[in-house]
């Protein structure tokens, strides 16, 4: 699995865009990209997934770079409650489903009020 | 749907006790996996199955031994806990073919002396 780079933290002003980034220069091509959060010891939360494409769900959008060896998190509307750990992972794909994720240490990221 | 639940929610060992965590899904996923994160550090994949009767050895498996007897259950024994085995357990499942989301559990904490 591709390593991943991610500032180690981040703060954003509550209403505002939060814009995380995250170097995977080492990525193949059969390797999608995931975001997934972490509250406070809780566990980690899914955020979304792109191959190429940019994604948007209801929670966030993500930019992949077209040479697909970066890309951009991005939650609109950052509230107090989206305070965590955001982890970039370049993971692969087994029978058509993820299979083995590999965590960093992620970005953290605070939302001021 | 309970989701993905683990059983215990804490345990204090002492070096050379075994015991079993329980991972339990309602989700009638394929797949299941247990990680564990030690303070400040990200998750790490200790072990996985991708279906009933397989497991197979992630990042860091030594120590720990699994089974997958039944779809809905995944057990992570340790047969004689060790102080670097402090840390906190989480579980997490996802469904096969088109399942790009890991689902985690609360986390099981644990503490050898």
């Known amino acids: 699995d591709a390593k991943t780079t991610q500032p180690t933290s981040m703060d954003c002003a509550e209403g505002r865009a939060a814009n995380l980034p995250c170097n995977h220069s080492?990525?193949?091509?059969?390797?999608?990209v995931y975001w997934y959060r972490q509250i406070h010891s809780q566990g980690p939360q899914y955020i979304i997934h792109?191959?190429?494409n940019n994604e948007t769900n209801e929670m966030a959008s993500l930019i992949i770079t077209e040479d697909r060896k970066s890309s951009t998190l991005i939650l609109p509307h950052a509230t107090l409650r989206d305070t965590a750990v955001y982890y970039c992972?370049?993971?692969?794909?087994?029978?058509?489903?993820?299979?083995?994720?590999?965590f960093g240490t992620g970005t953290l990221l605070a939302v001021q009020p | 749907n309970a989701g993905v639940t683990q059983t215990p929610k804490f345990r204090v060992l002492k070096t050379g006790q075994s015991m079993t965590l329980l991972c339990a899904q309602d989700?009638?996923?394929?797949?299941m996996y247990w990680y564990r994160q030690d303070p400040g550090m990200g998750l790490r994949l200790i072990h996985y199955?991708?279906?009933?009767?397989?497991?197979a050895k992630g990042e860091v498996p030594d120590g720990y031994n699994v089974s997958r007897l039944k779809k809905q259950n995944f057990l992570l024994g340790l047969e004689s806990a060790a102080p670097s085995q402090t840390s906190v357990y989480f579980c997490?499942?996802?469904?096969?073919?088109?399942?790009?989301?890991?689902?985690f559990g609360p986390g099981t904490r644990l503490t050898v002396t």
């Open positions: 989700m009638n996923h394929e797949y």
């Open positions: 199955s991708v279906g009933e009767g397989t497991t």
């Open positions: 992972i370049a993971g692969g794909v087994y029978g058509g489903a993820t299979n083995k994720l590999i």
């Open positions: 997490a499942s996802s469904r096969g073919t088109g399942g790009f989301e890991q689902y």
């Open positions: 080492t990525i193949s091509g059969n390797e999608y």
């Open positions: 792109g191959l190429k």
